[in-house]
């Protein structure tokens, strides 16, 4: 599509997009700082935490595997595939309009 074609109404579109990639992105930032053993102290590492398990509620304690890493991974992971898929699906249907 033209820039011009995206203008108007259809920058929610973009919108849309943009909010889903956020959120995908902060959760997979989250599950990078669990795999890395980030400083829990910190603050960036806490807002990041909190601002994924907000996101993730659904998600992060759905699986039950025996290691917490593969808990997190498929939790958090989960949420942020949702998230991207969902959000772009949406924002391409705002598009065709």
Not at 4 to 16: D, L
Not at 70 to 84: F, I, Q, T
Request: proline letters at 2%; glycine letters at 8%.
């Amino acid at each position: 599509m033209s820039p011009e074609s995206r203008r108007g109404p259809n920058q929610a579109g973009n919108i849309v997009a943009i909010a889903a990639d956020i959120a995908a992105l902060i959760l997979g930032l989250w599950i990078l700082m669990y795999l890395l053993d980030a400083n829990r102290g910190n603050d960036l590492v806490q807002f990041v935490h909190d601002a994924a398990t907000w996101l993730a509620g659904w998600s992060h304690d759905l699986f039950t595997f025996h290691r917490a890493w593969a808990r997190v991974v498929c939790g958090y992971g989960l949420a942020a595939v949702v998230y991207l898929f969902i959000g772009h699906a949406i924002a391409n249907r705002m598009h065709k309009y």
